[in-house]
């Protein structure tokens, strides 16, 4: 009986757009956490007959396993799209974790229970995620786009990206991570804003109300295509530079924690819930991360195998077996 009351508290307490929010959401991290791994193996194919991605290179645009590896990933971001119209961006950005989960083959026994601590987490967000903002028109959305303190928070995320790829890129982009990384994450913060703007428009158009006359829909048209780009080409970089079990977890944190607080900033979320929604909110978030890190942590370990030995067989071997030259954990050396 005390089962069935929270089940139905929990019914009454999701809006039919939190509904919808989540189940996209969902299948957005079906098709992502397939489409990483064929676009790694499309890179690196592409990588041996041709000028690297993470050397400037564009040949994996001739490379079909590229292609398929994409076209999983736009249905995927297709989802997440539509997920960002209906639910707020704390409930749908910290599920992408659950792709993650999708992505592994085999699992170490730490591994099942980095698979459940994300699970155990994404269930705690979603049970206190706050209701999704009543907005009527793509122009509420500007206007809180443009208040000060976002616009305090793009412009520091701009200058940020600029220092980034006109002094840092040349200098380490081969050789520390958090380079490629924190472009596609800064960018994806802003990117992730839009995307929801530009979803709440074409939300609203769908249903009698026509968004597609005013300027501002087409503005953050604009800013959508310009940072999926960005992120697109950037992340290219440090899947080929990197080891993809380095690159998934670090992109993940620091792509939600950005567009999270982006969030807060621009959609005022916690505006709307009591302290202690936010704290267990921040505690789910926590717990997946903690997930998040035992699944890449163990990624290699086989059962019976000690945790210091699969540490030192990830410093010598990528995932597909190929030797690397020892080193440090979030940096590249050539071989």
């Not at 089940?7 to 929010?21: A, P």
């Amino acid at each position: 009986m005390a089962g069935v009351a929270v089940s139905q508290r929990w019914v009454q307490g999701m809006s039919s757009d939190n509904v919808k929010g989540l189940v996209l959401a969902l299948s957005s991290s079906f098709f992502i956490g397939a489409s990483f791994i064929v676009k790694k193996k499309g890179l690196k194919k592409a990588g041996a007959s041709g000028i690297r991605a993470g050397a400037g290179g564009y040949s994996y645009l001739y490379e079909p396993l590229w292609w398929a590896g994409m076209i999983a990933m736009i249905v995927g971001e297709i989802a997440n799209f539509a997920a960002y119209a209906f639910a707020p961006a704390i409930l749908v950005t910290p599920l992408g974790a659950l792709s993650i989960i999708i992505r592994q083959e085999t699992l170490h026994m730490f591994g099942v229970l980095g698979c459940v601590l994300c699970v155990v987490g994404s269930i705690t967000i979603v049970l206190h995620a706050p209701q999704e903002r009543g907005i009527e028109s793509v122009t509420e959305v500007w206007d809180l786009a443009t208040e000060p303190a976002f616009l305090f928070y793009a412009a520091l995320v701009l200058a940020a990206v600029f220092i980034l790829i006109v002094h840092f890129i040349p200098l380490y982009g081969q050789t520390h991570i958090m380079v490629y990384i924190g472009v596609c994450s800064l960018v994806g913060s802003l990117s992730v804003m839009s995307v929801k703007a530009l979803g709440i428009a074409l939300k609203l158009t769908f249903s009698g109300m026509n968004q597609l006359i005013y300027p501002q829909t087409w503005a953050f048209t604009i800013v959508v295509i310009t940072c999926v780009i960005t992120q697109m080409n950037y992340l290219n970089k440090a899947l080929d530079t990197f080891n993809t079990a380095v690159v998934s977890p670090i992109y993940y944190v620091m792509f939600t924690s950005l567009t999270i607080l982006a969030s807060v900033i621009m959609f005022k979320d916690w505006d709307r819930q009591n302290p202690t929604q936010i704290v267990t909110e921040m505690c789910g978030f926590v717990t997946i991360l903690c997930g998040t890190f035992l699944l890449h942590k163990t990624k290699d370990m086989v059962e019976g195998s000690s945790p210091s030995f699969a540490v030192r067989l990830a410093k010598h071997m990528d995932e597909d077996g190929f030797e690397l030259e020892e080193s440090a954990p979030l940096r590249f050396q050539e071989s």
